[in-house]
C-alpha cells in the first residue's frame, strides 16, 4: 500500500508542474479568430461564436473550434478570390449581412422588412432589394425634408 501512494505521490507531483504555461500560441489562435470573423459575425453563429472566443482569449475553445472557425471565416484566398499575393484580409459581409446591420435600427415598417430579409434573405433577394433598403435604412441629413 505504501508503494502504491508514494506513487501516486511522484506521479501527482510531476504532473502538477510548477513552469509556467505558455499560451502564447494559443492567444495569437484566438486573435486571428477575432480578427477574421468580425465580418462574418452576422452571417453565422458558428462565426458569431469565434468571434466571440477570440475577444474573450477562450484559448481552450479557440484551440479546439480553430478548423471550423477559419472555415466559417474565409480569407480572399481561401474563397479563391484575388491574386495569390492577398491572403489576410478577410471577405466583406455578404449583402444579406449588410442589410441585417444597416437596417437594425430602423423604425420604419419597409426599413424592419429589410432588416428581417438581411437575416433570413438569400442572397439573390437581398441583391435584388439592397439599393431600395440602404436607401431606405441609410442615416438621412437633419435638415432634409
Known amino acids: ?31 486571428r479568430l477575432a480578427d477574421r470573423c468580425h465580418p462574418y459575425e452576422a452571417v453565422s453563429l458558428t462565426a ?17 473550434r480553430e478548423p471550423e472557425c477559419l472555415a466559417a471565416c474565409p480569407t480572399l484566398s481561401d474563397a479563391g478570390v484575388g491574386d ?10 455578404s449583402q444579406c449581412a449588410q442589410l441585417g446591420s444597416i437596417c437594425h435600427d430602423s423604425t420604419t415598417a419597409l426599413g424592419m422588412a429589410c432588416h428581417d430579409l ?7 433577394t437581398c441583391a435584388a432589394r439592397y439599393a431600395a433598403c440602404v436607401a431606405e435604412c441609410s442615416p438621412r441629413d437633419a435638415g432634409a425634408d
Open 48 to 64: 458569431a461564436d469565434c468571434h466571440r472566443y477570440g475577444h474573450a482569449n477562450n484559448t481552450a475553445m479557440c484551440v479546439a
Open 118 to 124: 438581411g437575416h433570413g434573405g438569400t442572397p439573390a
Open 84 to 93: 495569390a499575393g492577398s491572403t489576410d484580409g478577410a471577405l466583406p459581409p
Open 1 to 31: 500500500m505504501k508503494i502504491l501512494s508514494l506513487a501516486l505521490t511522484s506521479m501527482l507531483l510531476a504532473a502538477c508542474s510548477s513552469e509556467p504555461v505558455d499560451n502564447t500560441a494559443a492567444l495569437a489562435v484566438c486573435a
